[in-house]
């Protein structure tokens, strides 16, 4: 790829400054931060930060008041390339059960196995009897380990695992089980998940050509495999800060919103707790919770869109690095404390620093952590 020059990377930062590569119609508003509350210095550390602690960021874009007040990608990556989005692909699988939910082609308490009579177990224990799709949603489904996805996924391995616990009382971090979600899903709309997320959800936000990579089985793969750019990340986070509402129409159904994005299920005593503070906040349907009441769709690798509804603010970042908490660290540290309820003066000083810190932004060579 051919890495932008410094000029170029400086102008995306002025917000606009020059017609953008997509439809106007199709893009955020632009605005300034001192416009939106928040001085370009905080900013700057929150880049600096980044740039030095996390190795390495892909791309940030800030938010605030539903505008964006800072971009900024580490060359080569082009702005306009979609990026993998890892798990961050489950909060638009649980986006599409909510949906479905409202359009009652089925309910949180319906039994798994009602969908799928044909990949059931010829004698299934009580407890898989017992999963119903808000066990899958909330990432507690009964298994002890995550069922394997060699080969697959499929329905069937799934099924075939042996369900230890009570469904609904044991948070396991489970992939397949937002495969089977996603299997659900196409089971009883006759679309794929990317398919009837399409009108209902990508072409609305201006999502354009979404790609999301499918199983053996024809599914889309539900907890991963989706292709989204930065911008529409961002856009996504904003929805749900707006509880569900775009342009003045209700995307997603209010309540769903709310649900999904609260806390379901502790999650302090599973494995992913090690990896910091924002992994011990509790889990919602395919969203987790963070500290200083936000929540994250959140993605291997680092890839986020974090939704701080205190300070009508969404951040999206895509990266290649396994200092996860220290991405959310430098948003908490440098931009949180940072955002003020009224508009700061003009500080031209100020956005022309910061216009110079994304100017230079390189990736690392990904170290070896081993």
């Known amino acids: 790829?051919?890495?932008?020059?410094?000029?170029?990377?400086?102008?995306?930062?002025?917000?606009?400054?020059?017609?953008?590569?997509?439809?106007?119609s199709d893009s955020l508003p632009r605005s300034t931060p001192e416009a939106e509350g928040i001085p370009s210095q905080a900013v700057v550390d929150f880049?600096?930060?980044?740039?030095?602690?996390?190795?390495?960021?892909?791309?940030?874009?800030i938010l605030r008041?539903?505008?964006?007040?800072?971009?900024?990608?580490?060359?080569?990556?082009?702005?306009?390339?979609?990026?993998?989005?890892?798990?961050?692909?489950?909060?638009?699988?649980?986006?599409?059960?909510?949906?479905?939910?409202?359009?009652h082609k089925l309910k949180l308490d319906d039994p798994v196995l009602k969908f799928f009579p044909a990949d059931a177990p010829a004698d299934p224990s009580d407890n898989l009897k017992a999963m119903t799709v808000r066990d899958l949603l909330t990432m507690?489904?009964?298994?002890?380990?995550?069922?394997?996805?060699?080969?697959?996924?499929s329905v069937k391995q799934f099924l075939a695992q042996p369900v230890v616990y009570r469904p609904g009382t044991h948070f396991l971090y489970n992939t397949m089980g937002a495969y089977v979600l996603s299997a659900i899903v196409t089971r009883v709309t006759g679309q794929t998940t990317l398919e009837y997320l399409k009108p209902r959800l990508f072409a609305p936000l201006g999502i354009e050509d979404p790609r999301w990579d499918s199983s053996p089985e024809g599914n889309s793969?539900?907890?991963?495999?989706?292709?989204?750019?930065?911008?529409?990340?961002?856009?996504f986070g904003q929805l749900y800060l707006q509880k569900g509402k775009w342009n003045g129409k209700q995307l997603v159904p209010r309540k769903w919103v709310e649900v999904a994005t609260s806390r379901q299920i502790s999650n302090e005593n599973e494995t992913h707790a090690q990896i910091g503070p924002d992994w011990k906040e509790g889990y919602g349907f395919q969203f987790w919770r963070c500290r200083h009441n936000a929540f994250r769709a959140d993605g291997a690798g680092g890839q986020f869109i974090v939704v701080m509804p205190d300070q009508d603010v969404v951040v999206a970042i895509t990266a290649d690095t396994g200092n996860m908490q220290g991405e959310l660290?430098?948003?908490?540290?440098?931009?949180?404390?940072?955002?003020?309820?009224?508009?700061?003066?003009?500080?031209?000083?100020?956005?022309?620093?910061?216009?110079?810190?994304?100017?230079?932004?390189?990736?690392?060579?990904?170290?070896?952590?081993?």
Do not use: C
């Open 1 to 24: 790829m051919k890495s932008r020059s410094i000029l170029s990377v400086g102008i995306i930062l002025l917000l606009g400054a020059v017609p953008r590569a997509r439809a106007a």
């Open 65 to 103: 008041h539903g505008k964006v007040i800072a971009e900024g990608w580490w060359k080569p990556g082009p702005a306009d390339k979609p990026h993998i989005l890892n798990s961050v692909s489950k909060s638009f699988n649980s986006t599409a059960v909510g949906l479905a939910i409202h359009e």
């Open 221 to 235: 793969l539900g907890g991963y495999g989706l292709y989204l750019r930065t911008e529409d990340m961002a856009k």
């Open 140 to 153: 507690s489904s009964g298994d002890a380990v995550e069922p394997s996805r060699d080969g697959g996924p």
């Open 47 to 61: 880049v600096e930060a980044a740039d030095k602690n996390v190795n390495t960021f892909d791309s940030f874009m």
């Open 329 to 370: 660290d430098a948003i908490w540290d440098h931009l949180l404390p940072a955002f003020q309820s009224t508009p700061l003066p003009a500080d031209a000083a100020g956005q022309a620093k910061l216009t110079e810190a994304v100017a230079h932004l390189v990736a690392h060579p990904k170290r070896n952590e081993n």
